[in-house]
């Protein structure tokens, strides 16, 4: 998952973004409102996390430029005037939820996981098609409630996959959610890595979780599971 | 007590003032009315006496009688009002006019010569009469004297009459004349009060929100207070603006570092450190922040343009847990008031409620009447199905960042920010059990 980290504080900004990899995040940084609109209009990212006191260009009117882009990525806001007039007009302005500071990092990687959820149309923390079940606070995956081990990259590519289940995602969707933007990229590490997750979930080619479609990209084609 | 108003005050010192001035013109016109009406009475029985003494013929036997020619029509008819009489100083009565016939009338007196008498006396039918009595010597030829009385009356009746004619008339004017006064004065009074009545309409206007300052060309006199007054109102909401945008940026430069701090904290007593920071920071600044003020000059809020997009920011906010949030806000209440002030006690209420609720919230607004002023209050009540909370621990739940449970994330102060600002503008919250199961939050906010 690639998520954009706009705070202009650097200290925050970079503990924010060693916490979110460590949690097996893809990160992206900027430093004030212009580059984060910049980088938000021009790169694909799952979501967004936008301080609202920005130098150059405020982090509402970041919020407001992006969406008027047509980018629906799930925003969250972080602010330090907690007064309510703030929260609502950032959320009326597009953003999908805010975190107070000082925030506990859990707690806004909680919200962050929620969003992504969300925007995939899951209601629940533990994801599920078929027998595949995916936890995405423990990061632990079972089929059949076995537990898998899988790889961080293994995981982010079924975990892309698995929220949204149904969805074609084309190789260059799943390399732009799993490096960075200077990241040199060849896309056929992904047909390596969908293979071997494809061995580690069905090792005996039952269930056939992940289909291949020509020159377009891979669908998790089991039913998501509601309950 | 309260004051009068200024043209109460005038009207009616005026009144007095003009009464007290016609009553005394009044009283002294009718004294010197009837003074010249007397001496009127007075000078015409002379009249009669010296024309019946003119007339008077000598008769044998040293007695007087009227002349035939006595041209007076009045004394030959009876009960004509005027009277006459002549007698002999022993008693002896020469001659009486015929209207005395019937009268009961007693006009014999004793007089000497050269005397007058005038006299009041009543008739039995109770009509009052002025007598004039006159007594004089009248030489007869061969040197005989005799004295005679000579009395002329004349019924009071019709002075009487034209007396009190001339009283009503005079009542009349005067009184018509002090009714046009005081219309003329009330007239006057409404163009030299008007600027006053306009600033407190203009008040009335910026109480209601309908205006944020005083506009009208003002007077000399009143320029002054209301120019000051315009200051004022500019002053405190400018101020209000300033506070606020200043203790925006404080929050931003003490939370920022609070947040690194709290990223780079490595044992759980610093983290509860920070936790502390944090809430006497947000505590303190929402504190300094609440206006509690009048809300003069601000025009009234549409409640519901705050509380809807609040229940559409906290529906997003907590779209995951699809929560039936429902508002039901009576047509048309205003909040007199701070916008921000609204904000914060509907924001906390709702995010609480949602924050320990299992499914449903309902936040009702309805109008408060208080009885006296002129503007009303609102009634904000917010409610849930969760666990509510117990009666004994209500009183504490209202104060400082006070938490009953830690379990979900969030600060407890919302609560005692809501009590602070309700506190301020001179309500109150109350604690209590929602039909809902969950606990109900009432907070009213009386019209400042």
Known sequence: MHVLVVEDEQELRDSLAAQLKA?????????????????GKEFTFDLAVVDLGLPKLSGMEVIKQLRAAGK??????????????????????????????????????????????????WAQSVLRCGPIALDSRTQQVTVNDTPIELTSFEYKILEQLMLRAGEVLSKTDITESLYEQDFDRDSNTIEVFVGRLRRKLDPDNVIKPIETLRGRGYRLSLPRATA | MRARSLSTRLLISSSIVLLLFF???????????????????????????????????????GRLLPRDTLSEARYATVGSGLYAQIEREDGDVMWWSHSLTDTQLQLTTRLAAGK??????????????????????????????????YTVAEDLKPYRAELQHIRQQLFGWFAGLMALLLVALAILLRWVLRPVRQVEQEIEAIEAGR?????GDYPRELAGITANMNALLRAERERLVRYRDSLGNLA????????????LASTPQLQEQITRMDEIVRYQLKRAAMSGGTGLGNAPVDVKEIIEPLCAALTKVYAERRLDLQSEIEPNVRYVGDKGDLMEIAGNLLDNACKWCRKQVKITVRTLVTPGTRREGIVIAVEDDGSGIAADQRERVLKRGARLDERVSGQGIG?????????LSGGGVEIDTSVLGGCKITVRLPAP
């Open chain 1, 23 to 39: 949690a097996g995040f893809t990160v992206d940084c900027a430093a004030d409102g212009v580059e984060g609109l910049y980088q």
């Open chain 2, 23 to 61: 009553g005394v013109t009044v009283l002294v016109f009718d004294a010197v009315y009837r003074n010249l009406s007397e001496s009127f009475i007075g000078t015409r029985l002379d009249l009669q006496v010296a024309n019946l003494i003119s007339a008077s013929d000598e008769e044998p036997g």
């Open chain 2, 415 to 423: 609560l005692s920010v809501v009590h602070e600002i309700a506190h």
């Open chain 2, 211 to 215: 205006a944020n300052e005083l506009h």
């Open chain 2, 116 to 149: 007058r008498q005038t006299r009041r006396m009543r008739l039995p039918d109770g009509s009052e009469v002025q007598a004039l009595s006159v007594g004089l010597e009248w030489q007869f030829p061969r040197r005989k004297t005799y004295n005679f009385i």
């Open chain 1, 72 to 121: 629906k990525m799930p925003i969250l806001i972080l602010t330090a005037r907690d007064r309510w007039q703030d929260k609502v007009e950032g959320l009326q302005a597009g953003a999908d939820d805010y975190v107070a500071k000082p925030f506990h990092f859990e707690e806004l990687l909680a919200r962050v996981q929620a969003l992504l959820r969300r925007s995939g149309g």
């Open chain 2, 252 to 263: 931003h430069s003490l939370k920022t570092p609070l947040a690194v701090a709290r990223s």
